[in-house]
């Protein structure tokens, strides 16, 4: 019999040093392939597996990095467990580095948040419970239902004991807000929003929605809804193919008011990534962009981004032509972007947003959406769509070289080599474009400050170890770009009360050199990656997008600021200062560089140095 290992080792502290945050190898195996499987039937093996018990995975389907925060919470191992010698393989089993330290690895490498779930060549199994029928009957594991309902039942109480109507009317001008979080002073609470006060029949009595969304519990989203409202018609949009989406059917069996459109993913390792939702009301059509997946745990102790539209008003009838746009072209950029699934499931909501007026969004719509553009069709998608923003609505700044531009985010993919071959060319030249007389920048003038966690940040935030399964950065890819880690800013949110709240929000920024001001803010899907932002090819004159994202860009022009600059509020976000004037940026400024022991967080290796809040070990085996 031959037996096949899958493992990681963790080396000593001491040999850390290299390269500033650590040195690894992997094997030869694991760059990004071709997926050539067009099934989309449930996976035999993996059904058999569920009928022996053998699995025990999250009720949807979800990546791998989710997945192993999933067992690590039904199986703890705490320091000094014995249980955890059978996590590791026998010492005779180990396979040496070429230099005998660093981690060794499967071959299986997965491009972090590029494809979080979808397997190499299509060969990884998404785990089931039972069969897809019986999980669309949620008779999987009560212990998980148990505590996804514990963090439901806490976040509608807190949604009765604040007036949210007051909040959507309240002195909040840029209508940005931040999920609640399950665990901190009530205080930070104050003007956040959990997924039940945006469906609330406060906001507007409801008549239809849809959903786009990566990761979707369809059984616990139908939750969220008043019950007056949970049989109203939902669509929802989703990326899944094969065993995936047959599971996402399986789950929404029971409701027949459910429908679904299937993203097109042409472009190998892409992923429906968009976080919106559509609701249609008998008094209007509001729209809301985020950054939370539709599962229980992206609303409880993460700290999250919501864009809440007005509530748009039905045109009169008969209105045609460019009634109801705003200044900012949001009408016609939200259907140009709806018009890029070319869905007959989406004609419907093109159709209803032509009918109404949003001509009070002060926002700019940046999308991505999958497929190789050129010639002006490059502006209109990723990285050149906020390049041209920029240029054409940004105030130009003075000594702009001076001022930084911050990316926080929670995944990233590979760089490349070096900083030139992406992050610092093409990706940082669209996030200092200001001015339509703007001179290039050399790429090493404007300092790069990226904010993702450490390890600390995770072994120390609310959840512990489990919270990095949201922060899917692989040893694979990590491994690569150690060159990367030196512009790494720690995770750190005083401000809002959520440094122990592990982001999952995506946010880029321009602020002055002081920290005191930013001349733009983007609240968006799209994480550090090029499958995100597109990466342009053929010298320049094609960009290749694989994934589609959503944000929206805060101007000062948009607001009648005409300084060119938003304030930055401090303290507290709550604090009493006018509020046109100051942005509530979630984290603290300015961010603090990793220390020489700090690392990143890599969701597939172990930690096992020191327990976590919940007194826990990492081992993701």
């Given amino acids: 019999m031959i037996f096949v290992w899958c493992y990681v080792f963790l080396i000593p502290r001491n040999m850390l040093q290299e390269g500033a945050h650590g040195k690894w190898t992997v094997s030869s195996s694991d760059e990004s392939t071709e997926e050539n499987s067009d099934s989309e039937k449930p996976s035999t093996s993996s059904l058999l597996d569920a009928a022996r018990g053998r699995t025990s995975g999250p009720q949807y389907p979800c990546s791998e990095a989710r997945k ?147 990761c979707i519990d369809v059984g616990w989203l139908v939750r969220q809804y008043p019950q007056e409202f949970r049989k109203k018609p939902l669509l929802i949009v989703h990326g899944e193919k094969r065993e995936s989406k047959a599971e996402l059917l399986a789950q929404a069996r029971p409701y027949e008011n459910i429908s679904f459109c299937q993203a097109k993913l042409d472009i190998a390792f892409g992923t429906h990534h968009t976080k919106m939702m559509l609701l249609l009301y008998e008094e209007g059509l509001r729209v809301v962009i985020h950054t939370s997946n539709l599962i229980a745990e992206d609303w409880h102790q993460k700290t999250q981004g919501i864009w809440l539209s007005p509530l748009y008003p039905r045109l009169p009838q008969g209105t045609t032509g460019s009634a109801g746009e705003s200044e900012t072209k949001f009408k016609s950029d939200l259907i140009s972007y709806l018009m ?224 060119g600059y938003f304030h930055v509020r401090g303290k507290m976000l709550s604090e009493s200062k006018d509020s046109a004037t100051y942005f509530p940026v979630p984290y603290d400024l300015p961010p603090e560089q990793y220390g020489s022991k700090d690392q990143p967080w890599i969701w597939n290796i172990p930690y096992t140095n020191a327990p976590d809040t919940h007194g826990n070990m990492w081992v993701p085996s």
Wanted: proline share 5%; glycine share 8%.
């Fill in 340 to 563: 890029a699934y070319n869905s007959p499931a989406l004609k419907e909501w093109i159709d209803l947003i032509q009918e109404h007026d949003l001509s009070e969004t002060r926002v700019y719509l940046l999308g991505s959406t999958p497929g190789r553009y050129q010639g002006s069709d490059k502006e209109k998608w990723g990285h050149l769509r906020l390049r041209k923003l920029l240029k054409e609505h940004a105030s130009s700044i003075p000594a702009q070289e001076l001022w930084p531009v911050v990316g926080q985010f929670s995944s990233i993919g590979s760089m490349g080599a070096d900083g030139s071959k992406w992050l610092c060319s093409e990706f940082q030249e669209s996030l200092v474009a200001a001015g339509s007389s703007v001179t290039s920048l050399l790429k090493c003038d404007v300092p790069i400050h990226l904010v993702y966690p450490t390890v600390n940040n995770v072994r120390q935030s609310l959840e512990g170890y489990p919270a990095g399964g949201s922060l899917p950065y692989s040893i694979q890819t990590a491994q690569k770009q150690l060159w990367l880690h030196s512009y790494f800013h720690k995770w750190s949110a005083e401000v809002s009360g959520r440094s122990h709240a592990i982001p999952h929000i995506k946010t880029y920024m321009r602020p002055s050199p002081d920290f005191q001001k930013i001349a733009w803010f983007l609240v968006t899907s799209a994480n550090l990656s090029k499958a995100a932002w597109g990466a342009l090819e053929k010298n320049g004159t094609q960009l290749m997008i694989r994934s589609y994202e959503l944000g929206v860009l805060f101007l000062p022009s948009a607001f009648g600021l005409d300084k």
């Fill in 68 to 214: 192993a925060a999933h067992k690590r919470k039904a199986s703890p191992l705490k320091l000094g467990d014995k249980s955890f010698s059978t996590e590791t393989p026998p010492a005779g089993k180990q396979r040496a580095s070429q230099e005998g330290l660093g981690w060794c690895l499967s071959s299986s490498d997965e491009e972090p948040e590029d494809q979080e779930k979808r397997g190499q060549k299509g060969t990884q199994k998404e785990e089931i419970c039972e069969t897809p029928e019986e999980r669309a009957l949620n008779l999987c594991r009560d212990d998980e239902l148990s505590e996804s309902q514990q963090a439901e039942d806490y976040n509608e109480t807190l949604s009765e004991t604040q007036d949210t109507w007051d909040l959507l009317n309240g002195g909040n001008p840029f209508r940005f807000f931040l999920t609640k979080v399950t665990g901190i002073e009530q205080t930070y609470n104050s003007g956040a929003l959990h997924i039940k006060d945006i469906l609330s029949p406060l906001f507007g009595t409801l008549m239809s929605s849809a959903q786009f969304n990566y």
